[in-house]
């Protein structure tokens, strides 16, 4: 099922993905993402970024470790940038080792995506990298 051209018009014009994320800041977390690993290292590690209607999802991921464990590349959850539309803020979220994603107390929310970016990249929270 298509959406009307009346939505697809209004989510550009917003700048609005169709999921109803920013697009720009959609790319922005991916070029971040892609940036996180040297270019030496991607055949053994990626982060990469799953898209979901109102969250960005931060996964490390594998190449198979065993040659039966089939081609595809594992894909481990480590943090997600959950957005709220009425407020336009991004909020970070850690996960547990149940894979349940729980609010990061030590990083209000923000309009601007880059500051939750920053904060993963340059506080060495091990509770996102350890």
Known sequence: ?????????????????????PELDVTRVK??????VPDHVRAELRI????????LTICECRPPWHEDAGPEWTRFPIARLHYT????????YWRDR???FHRYPFL???????????????SKDPIFWG
């Open 1 to 21: 099922m298509s959406l009307p051209a009346t939505v697809v018009a209004a989510a550009i014009m917003t700048g609005m993905g169709t999921g109803g994320l």
């Open 31 to 36: 070029r971040w993402c892609a940036r996180q």
């Open 48 to 55: 990469e970024c799953d898209v979901a209607t109102r969250y």
């Open 85 to 92: 539309k009425t407020t336009q803020l991004w909020t970070l």
């Open 98 to 100: 149940n894979l349940k």
């Open 108 to 122: 209000g929310p923000s309009r601007n995506i880059q500051d939750l970016l920053d904060h993963l990249e340059h």
